[in-house]
């Protein structure tokens, strides 16, 4: 597939296949993720939308099934598709979702949802220590069943690489600490905020980018433990 240049223009152009679907309730339709902002990767990246109608149902997402497929051939992820309401209702249970959107977006039809939206103190700490120590038990699950596959192995660790980068952007934004962008020094500020030792997260991007499954193998304990410390630090918060 070729490599999309401009993904803010071709948004708007899905925006206007999406306001045909849905006459006067089509309310906004917003670009979020990379294709917002500089990080974009033209070969390789998918473009993200919201959009937002004046109600939600089945009925409602299945006028644009034909448009939604046509995008997706395009490189654009299915939409995401919301209303106002539970937009409102929801911001208390995916803080880390509506503040990693509110971060990086464009809007490309209709109003900005994301203005004027308020993300807790405490709603947002809470999801940071439920995700943390969920995804601990699931790193620790994921060694024992993977650590005879190194296949397996450097795939998990890499997983947990990304999955973790959502979360610290968020527990930097709790602290009110600047948010780097790649991901290395993105963990190397999180060592420093929370008082940890951040060697075993450098470690850990070594051996995911090397390959070597010795590595893999042999930075996984180390890595275990820096996330059970920090969950040890979120309890403090």
Not at 106 to 115: H, L, Q, S, T
Not at 183 to 203: M, N, V, Y
Request: net charge positive.
């Amino acid at each position: 597939m070729s490599a999309i240049r401009n993904p803010i223009d071709l948004a708007r152009q899905a925006a206007l296949d999406f306001k045909a679907c849905y006459p006067g309730d089509l309310l906004s339709v917003i670009v979020y993720g990379s294709a917002a902002g500089p990080y974009f990767d033209a070969k390789k990246s998918d473009v993200n939308l919201l959009v937002v109608l004046s109600s939600l149902s089945l009925a409602m997402l299945e006028k644009s099934r034909a448009c939604q497929e046509k995008w997706m051939k395009k490189r654009f992820a299915r939409p995401l598709f919301m209303d106002k309401d539970y937009i409102m209702r929801s911001l208390d249970a995916f803080p880390i979702e509506f503040l990693a959107m509110k971060d990086c977006y464009a809007v490309v039809f209709g109003e900005d949802v994301f203005k004027d939206i308020t993300i807790k103190h405490a709603d947002l700490r809470l999801q940071i220590e439920r995700e943390i120590k969920g995804k601990w038990l699931h790193l620790m699950r994921g060694w024992l069943e993977s650590k005879r596959d190194p296949v397996r192995l450097r795939r998990l660790l890499e997983i947990s690489l990304k999955d973790f980068s959502h979360i610290f952007k968020s527990l930097l934004h709790l602290k009110e600490l600047p948010i780097p962008r790649d991901g290395k020094s993105l963990f190397a500020a999180i060592a420093t905020a929370c008082g940890i030792d951040g060697r075993a997260f450098e470690e850990a991007f070594a051996a995911a980018k090397s390959g070597d499954k010795n590595a893999v193998a042999a930075v996984f304990p180390a890595y275990s433990s820096a996330i059970e410390s920090l969950s040890r630090v979120i309890d403090q918060l």
